[in-house]
């Protein structure tokens, strides 16, 4: 892959603002550096100079697994009076603080798989970005907005939940399970983050390559016909001639310093292979984050629907069946709580089925211009072969995110998960409707 000397990726810049949050709750146990031989980003995995984020990392893990414990133990001593107790201590509450205990032990495990992203991103950014680039700070202030947003919204209902719960430490466990559960996503939605914005640079880096390609060729014709109808009386044609050439020349040079490259058949084609390897970087980089991420996001999406299934419950009996509501949360203030909690989950889930579904169409995009090309240079061999290959690249190797492979991350899972909530709510009403009988 060719370098570019004067470039240095920062990477760091678009990670750092949840990588130092993530710290705080041993989600990152690893370090930034920069390598000395061929200065692209790194990070330093090694025990010596991580041994207190590691060690920080694993007593985290060891207070949540605890809090699961206890409270697992706790329904054996007091055990559950009524299906609403059962559903809140037995599932849904140790499943909030199972999500904490997997996000920490797999950020443990994975550390590694996290080197191997950061070096493929210097390398793709090498390619892909100026050395005077915004790109990392336009994405570091969107992931202050970000984390800025998150405190906002759920801040007030941590507090109340601190307020209803009496204070008590098992509830700071599940508290800090939570946290470390938002933290998680995160990570992950940061990661989403950062692949589509490298699919959009390749895409438009693809498309403007052979738009110079053409002005140099002649082919790509400039419109002209505003022009020409202010200024046909007033100019002869050989002027107006000369002023069509002076646009086309002004924007090809306007363009020819951003894109160094030449426009000759072989080296056309090697600009492919170029864009090719740059693909598989970031197609090895989507085949690590599935890796890391997709057991937890599994769980998690479990956990979801877990929570709109209890949380609805809850606020369904204490509405319409006020016979059942006496053994459950009847105060006003909980039911508001219980509903921004489900409106939250539901935008969590929603944005990153978005942000994944996003990615998957910037792929077929690329493919789409891929394709295009191919029309374009039909009759040129060398090129055509490397576009051909390059078509079947992003046709088998396809970047899109999944839940441990077992279902695709897209917008078409969040009808799946509403289905399930339906189905299981109705069961449990008619679980209340024999109780009274």
């Known amino acids: 892959m060719p370098r570019m000397g004067n470039v240095i990726t920062n990477i760091k810049f678009a990670i750092r603002p949840v990588h130092i949050v993530a710290q ?10 920069r390598h000395p031989v061929d200065n692209e980003e790194d990070i330093d995995i090694s025990w010596n100079s991580n041994y207190g984020r590691v060690i920080w990392s694993a007593l985290l893990l060891i207070i949540q697994t605890v809090g699961i414990i206890y409270r697992l133990a706790f329904n054996f001593v007091r055990p559950p009076t009524s299906i609403s107790e059962l559903l809140s201590n037995v599932i849904h509450l140790p499943f909030i603080q199972s999500t904490g205990v997997l996000a920490v032990l797999f950020a443990l495990k994975n550390r590694t798989k996290m080197l191997q992203i950061i070096k493929r991103l210097s390398s793709v950014d090498t390619f892909l970005f100026k050395s005077n680039d915004k790109v990392y700070r336009k994405h570091n202030l969107f992931l202050v907005v970000v984390l800025t947003c998150c405190a906002v919204c759920i801040l007030p209902l941590y507090f109340e939940h601190h307020w209803r719960s009496g204070g008590r430490p098992a509830e700071y466990i ?4 939570h946290v470390t559960w938002l933290i998680n996503d995160l990570q992950y939605l940061n990661l989403l983050v950062i692949l589509k914005e490298r699919l959009v640079s390749l ?9 110079v390609d053409s002005y140099n060729r002649g082919e790509f014709k400039i419109p002209m016909q505003p022009v020409s109808q202010g200024i046909s009386e007033s100019i002869s044609q050989s002027e107006f001639r000369l002023h069509s050439v002076f646009v086309r020349r002004s924007f090809q040079i306007s363009l020819t310093p951003e894109l160094p490259f030449s426009h000759n058949i072989s080296e056309i084609a090697s600009e492919i292979l170029t864009f090719r ?21 599994l769980f998690n999406w479990s956990v979801y629907t877990v929570n709109f299934i209890i949380n609805l419950y809850y606020v369904t009996i204490s509405s319409f069946y006020t016979s059942a509501s006496d053994k459950v949360l009847t105060s006003t203030i909980v039911n508001v709580t219980l509903i ?28 789409s211009n891929v394709q295009d090309l191919e029309l374009m240079y039909c009759t040129e061999e060398d090129i055509l ?8 690249q992003l046709a088998n190797n396809k970047i899109e995110f999944t839940a441990c492979g077992i279902f695709p991350m897209n917008l ?23 109780s009274e009988h």
Not at 357 to 365: I, K, N
Not at 415 to 433: A, S
């Open 24 to 33: 705080l709750f041993g989600l990152a146990p690893y370090s930034f550096a």
């Open 412 to 434: 078409s899972v969040l009808c799946t998960v509403i289905g399930l909530v339906l189905q299981y709510l109705i069961f449990l009403f008619q679980m209340i409707g024999l």
């Open 340 to 367: 921004l909690s489900i409106i939250l989950s539901l935008i969590r889930m929603s944005i990153i089925a978005v942000f994944c579904q996003w990615t998957s169409d910037e792929h077929q995009r690329c493919l």
């Open 203 to 211: 895409n438009d880096k693809l498309r403007s390559v052979f738009k």
């Open 277 to 297: 390897l740059n693909y598989n970087a970031l197609y090895e980089i989507c085949g690590l984050i599935n890796s890391m991420h997709g057991c937890i996001i």
């Open 385 to 392: 072969i490397q576009l051909e290959s390059f078509s079947d």
């Open 174 to 177: 599940l508290v800090l399970s």
